[in-house]
C-alpha cells in the first residue's frame, strides 16, 4: 500500500503600512485569534504567531490540497 507524507512548514510576515506602530497590546490577542482561524478553516495547522507594533510572523504547516497562493490572500 503506497503513502505519502507532506510536512511543508511556511513562514510568512506581515507588515503594517509604513511600517507604522499599529499593533498595540489591546488588539495584539484578536489578531492572533482572527488569523489562526483563518488558518485552521483552510485546513493549515498553525505552529506560532507572534509579532511586533509593526510586523507579524506566523508559521504553518501548508495543506498539501491547498497553494501558498490560496493560503495567503
Do not use: A
Amino acid at each position: 500500500m503506497s503513502h505519502s507524507f507532506n510536512n511543508i512548514l511556511i513562514q510568512t510576515i506581515w507588515s503594517t503600512k509604513d511600517r507604522q506602530h499599529l499593533i498595540n497590546f489591546d488588539i495584539e490577542k484578536r489578531i492572533y485569534q482572527f488569523m489562526k482561524q483563518q488558518f485552521t478553516d483552510m485546513g493549515c495547522f498553525v505552529l506560532n504567531i507572534n509579532g511586533m507594533p509593526d510586523h507579524i510572523h506566523c508559521l504553518f504547516l501548508l495543506n498539501p490540497t491547498k497553494t501558498i497562493n490560496d493560503v495567503i490572500k
